[in-house]
């Protein structure tokens, strides 16, 4: 059986305990790989090859940093097709879905090279007395913990502003999910990125990825997952005073006013609640619409719904693949038990589904909750699952308190053609995120990232830039 190994120094190498976990393919339910389970003695030999490596690279100037991550940006889509092949068998994704994160991985490579280019320091003048610059210097050896979801495209996010900015990185992507990562390190070696910038440990959470957190020469940490989990390595990096960037949890809300394009908010609910498989922490579980067409909307999504085959990843037709682990195919089954102890009615979907062929996988249908306040557990607490909520609503202030009664703070949609109040909502709207009459329109320079439990910190554009360097004033007296 194929084995995931770790990437130290520009090699393969199997971890020191030679120890592997077992990986599933989530649409068959089958192992059909071992991943390293590594531990602080893997992590210990990344790190010395990150710090030899580190020299050179953060004094490599910009263009030939940039030249190296572009080339590792067409080499990715050179292979979009056999890494798209295994991101689905790894992680339950439709093919054609995989295949678009494969893109955005590229891209994530292509901007954060061009942004190596452009990071300019400020400078200030101080009176007539001195002149102030910024030297933005490299943090030095960091970690990227990336979560299942989007296993290359969130792994590539991370790294690709670490290394642009002159770091050498210790990465870990999920357990669930390592196999693309695992391919890049052989696209990295291609592109000829030096030995030890890139090095890829594989592992437990518990094991591998808390040996990072607790590393003293990892300087940052740049982590995307769950809330439960953020809260942990806060607490063990915070003694450290380590640099933390925390990209967790969300329950977004997805607003629809009498006033919106129906039609556009129908069409686009449906991705926004059930693309790849409401494993998305941007997706809007809980569903206000306003009452005057709170019937209309609702007939009109079911009705959209039941085009939304769900089954075979490696379908184009299909739209909905598997949930990821069988952990978290229980976890969302669960919570739609919990949602009917709550008094919620399942309008369509509600189970786990069993398409011909794949009936060992785990599959769960699309599924539309209405009848619960929006203050019950299933309305507060993260699925992270097909599973949505409809609630109506009858004002604006009405609809803010609610959206913005929990816990998290990532992201919200608002669908309406009032200009005035589309701005209004926006301010008043406790996220980091929101998107007026659109969702997930993504532009790399912008701030991602969310309030409240929803994280610490900001990634993309500048704002990874910044994270990954230490600004340093220099003052000059003339
Ligand atoms: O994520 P974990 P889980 C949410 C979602 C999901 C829940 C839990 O609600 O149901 O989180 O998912 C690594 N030190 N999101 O448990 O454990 C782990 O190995 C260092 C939202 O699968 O947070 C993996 O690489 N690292 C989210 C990464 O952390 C540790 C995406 C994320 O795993 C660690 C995923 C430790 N002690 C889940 N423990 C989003 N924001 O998009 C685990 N890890």
Redesign the pocket.
């Known amino acids: 059986m194929e084995k995931v190994l770790n990437f130290i120094e520009g090699e393969f190498r199997e971890p020191v305990g030679v120890a592997f976990l077992e990986n599933y393919n989530p649409a068959t339910g089958q192992v059909y790989s071992l991943v390293s389970q590594s531990e602080t003695q893997d992590v210990d030999m990344a790190v010395v090859a990150a710090k030899k490596a580190l020299p050179a690279w953060k004094k490599m100037n910009a263009d030939d940093r940039f030249r190296i991550l572009n080339r590792i940006a067409e080499l990715i889509e050179r292979d979009l097709d056999k890494l798209a092949a295994a991101e689905s068998r790894d992680q339950g994704k439709p093919v054609w879905l995989a295949k678009t994160e494969m893109q955005r991985a590229a891209q994530n490579f292509r901007f954060f090279a061009t942004a190596a280019m452009q990071f300019a320091s400020e400078s200030h003048q101080t009176d007539s007395r001195a002149i102030n610059y910024t030297l933005r210097q490299p943090v030095g050896v960091v970690g990227c913990?990336?979560?299942?979801?989007?296993p290359l495209y969130?792994f590539t996010w991370k790294i690709a502003p670490a290394m642009a900015a002159g770091n050498c990185v210790i990465a870990?992507?999920?357990?669930?999910t390592p196999f693309t990562a695992y391919m890049l390190g052989a696209l990295c070696n291609e592109a000829g990125l030096p030995a030890g910038v890139l090095n890829i440990v594989h592992?437990?959470?518990?094991g591998?990825?808390?040996?990072?957190?607790e590393h003293p020469e990892i300087k940052a940490?740049s982590?995307?997952?769950?809330?439960?989990?953020?809260r942990?390595?806060a607490s063990?990096a915070a003694p450290m005073f380590k640099k933390l960037s925390l990209?967790?949890?969300?329950k977004n809300a997805n607003i629809i006013f009498a006033d919106a394009d129906l039609k556009e908010a129908v069409k686009t609910s449906v991705r926004s609640s059930f693309l790849n498989q409401g494993?998305?922490?941007?997706c809007g579980s809980r569903v206000f619409v306003e009452k005057p067409v709170y019937e209309k909307f609702k007939a009109e999504l079911l009705e959209e719904l039941k085009q939304l085959k769900t089954g075979n990843p490696e379908d184009d037709a299909v739209r909905v693949g598997a949930i990821?682990?069988k952990?978290?195919f229980e976890?969302v089954l669960s919570y739609i038990i919990l949602a009917k102890e709550e008094g919620g009615v399942v309008l369509t979907g509600g189970e786990a589904v069993t398409p011909a062929g794949f009936e060992q996988g785990w599959f769960i249908a699309p599924t539309v909750i209405e009848g619960l306040g929006w203050n019950c557990r299933t309305n507060q607490e993260?699925?992270?699952?097909p599973v949505i909520t409809l609630i109506p609503f009858e004002t604006e202030d009405e609809v803010l308190q609610m959206a913005n009664s929990t816990a998290y703070g990532?992201a919200t949609t608002l669908w309406t053609g009032d200009l005035k109040r589309a701005h209004r909502m926006a301010e008043a709207l406790e996220t980091g995120i929101v998107w007026v009459n659109c969702w997930l329109l993504r532009d790399l320079r912008t701030p991602f990232g969310g309030m409240k439990q929803?994280?610490v910190g900001r990634e993309g554009g500048w704002e990874a830039m910044r994270f990954f360097t230490e600004p340093k004033n220099v003052c000059v007296a003339y």
């Open positions: 913990i990336s979560p299942w979801n989007l969130l870990k992507p999920s357990e669930f592992g437990l959470g518990s591998v990825g808390q040996a990072m957190v940490i982590f995307t997952g769950g809330t439960a989990t953020g942990h390595i063990v990209e967790l949890g969300g494993e998305i922490c941007l990821v682990s952990q978290h976890k993260e699925i992270f699952g990532l929803s994280g």
